[in-house]
Each structure stands twice: as C-alpha cells, then as structure tokens.
C-alpha cells in the first residue's frame, strides 16, 4: 500500500513508518520543511492552510498523528491556543485535501486521546462513554469532528484514542526514568488516579491493524486491556528498576510545577478498556504492565 502519514517524526509516526517501511508498504510523509526526496515527502504548513491536495493523488491510506507536544511547557493561554490549532487546523486541511481527490484513500486514522474522557474516578470508560469536562476533552470532541469529516467521501474514519504510549525512546516514561533509576520516584497525588497505557509497539501494530481491518471505524480506545492505578504503576516502575519509589509527588506540588497541566495529565483519573480493539480481533503482545516494563527495559 501507499500509505501517507503525518507526524511521521515523533515518537509513534517514526516507530510506525519503520513498521510500515519493513512491512513493504511505501510511506510518504507530510513534512513541514522543503522536501528532500520529492517522491516520499510533501511539505505543507498545517497552520499556514499549505497544502496541495494533487500531490496526494495515489494514497491507499492515510495516518495522520501530527500536532503540537500537549505535555511540552506549561499550558499558559498561548501554548493551548498552539495545541488546538494544531491539530484542529491541520486535520481540517488533510480532510479537505482527502476530500477533493479524484480516488480518496479508503481509510483515514486519525489521532485522538484518552483525554476525551476527562477525569472520571473509577468510572470504566468504553468508546461510546460520552466526553468529559475540561481542556483535553474539548480539545479531543472538535479533533475527532475534523476527521470524521472525511466519512462525507466514504472514506473510512478510524479515531484511536490513545493512552500514556510506553517506551524507552521518549514520552512520558523516558522522562520518568532517569528520576526513578536515581530512587527518587514515587506516586502522583493520592496515587488512586487510574493510567490507561500502551506499549509503543502495541501501538503501531494497533495503528496497522485499523488500517486493515476494513469493518473497523469510528472511536477505538487504543489502551492496554489492564489499567492501572498511579500507585500501582510508580510501584510496577520502580520494581522493574529494582529501585525504591518512595518519593511522591504531592497534588499540590504537582499544580505549583504545572498548572492547569497537572490536573488534566497528572491527577486525571481514565480508566479506558479497549472493547472495540478486542472485538475486531486485535490480540496484545503486552497486556500485563509487568511484561511491558521488562520488554521495554529488556529485563530477562
């Protein structure tokens, strides 16, 4: 397949174009610099509207990950205007473009989050649990309207609500690490708020198989089966370093460090089970956090 992605160098677009690279498909990455390898990269400018829609002709799928670092600094006014632009601009630009071809691509997936949910306690949250309150779940209902545009072609919308991603590489537990591999990590908060993860590879096979699976759209939770508490997961973290975490984080310490960030990252509480993933026949080659961490770490 022909398959384009965008976002294609952060830390799941990368994993997931050397996936599709060795799996014989051809990847052709939206870039936002002058193209270097006109067959395999076509710039656009997602808050500019740059974007031209002929140079898409061809494309069997389309992955479309790209979007301003929500964790990156605090969210003063300006950083959260950054993020909703970002993505509620660019994915409007592709649809557009998707939408004006003579063949669109049969399939779009288009990133979401957890965040949709907001912070719901114990709640088990499913695909068709309505969104939440707050920054992120606003943010997450007009992503998803943007990409679900593109049904109007018969194109087939796939939205993967995507939890805490686990890798070495980078995201949240590469900043994790060095912290708790000096034995100063330790829970968030009270340490009850639930963490719906997923191992990086996980991800990219999830990604793949909703390109696939033809009978699959709409919102899939792309999660672990196992969610687990903050408490559960620093303690989880901190045995497979073979390290203590005995140095919490308090709730108001965390707000003091970021801000409205920490409430909605941090102290939110989404305890996300993947139905619609399983249902299609999705198996996960890490379900379990313990087997994760020591994948990822490369414990025997």
């Known amino acids: 397949m022909r398959i384009l992605v965008t976002g294609s160098s952060g830390l799941v677009g990368s994993a997931l ?14 870039v936002r610099r002058p193209s270097a390898d006109p067959e395999h990269e076509i710039f656009w400018d997602p808050i500019g509207g740059i ?63 957890i965040g949709f949910y907001g912070n719901r306690g114990e709640e088990i949250l499913r695909e068709d649990n309505a969104p939440g309150t707050g920054f992120l779940p606003d943010l997450c209902r007009h992503w998803e309207d943007a990409a679900q545009a593109a049904s ?10 995507i939890g805490l991603v686990l890798s070495e590489r980078g995201g949240a537990l590469g900043k994790m690490l060095l912290p708790f591999r000096l034995g100063l990590g330790g829970k968030i908060g009270s340490g009850n708020q639930y963490v719906s993860w997923i191992v990086l590879d996980d ?40 390290r203590p975490a005995l140095f919490p984080l308090p709730a108001f310490a965390a707000r003091i460090v970021m801000g409205e960030m920490a409430d909605e990252l941090l102290l939110s509480s989404a305890r996300v089970e993947p139905v619609r993933l399983v249902a299609t026949g999705y198996r996960f080659q890490f379900p379990e956090l313990k087997d994760a961490l020591d994948h990822i770490l490369k414990r025997p």
Do not use: Y
């Open 17 to 30: 174009t050397v996936s599709l690279l060795t799996e014989g498909h051809t990847v052709v990455r939206l």
């Open 51 to 113: 974007l031209k829609p002929a140079m898409l002709e061809g494309i069997d799928a389309a992955v479309h990950l790209a979007g301003e670092s929500i964790a990156g600094g605090r969210w003063t006014p300006e950083k959260k205007q950054r993020i909703f632009d970002s993505r509620l601009r660019g994915t409007k630009l592709l649809v557009e473009a998707l939408l004006s071809l003579s063949k669109p691509p049969g399939a779009l997936i288009s990133a979401s989050a």
């Open 152 to 161: 109007k072609s018969r194109i087939r919308v796939v939205i993967p609500r």
């Open 203 to 242: 991800l990219v096979r999830a990604i793949r198989h909703m390109i696939q699976d033809r009978n699959l759209s709409g919102p899939v939770n792309a999660v672990s089966p196992r969610a687990v508490t903050n408490l559960e997961f620093t303690r989880a973290l901190g045995r497979a370093l073979s």
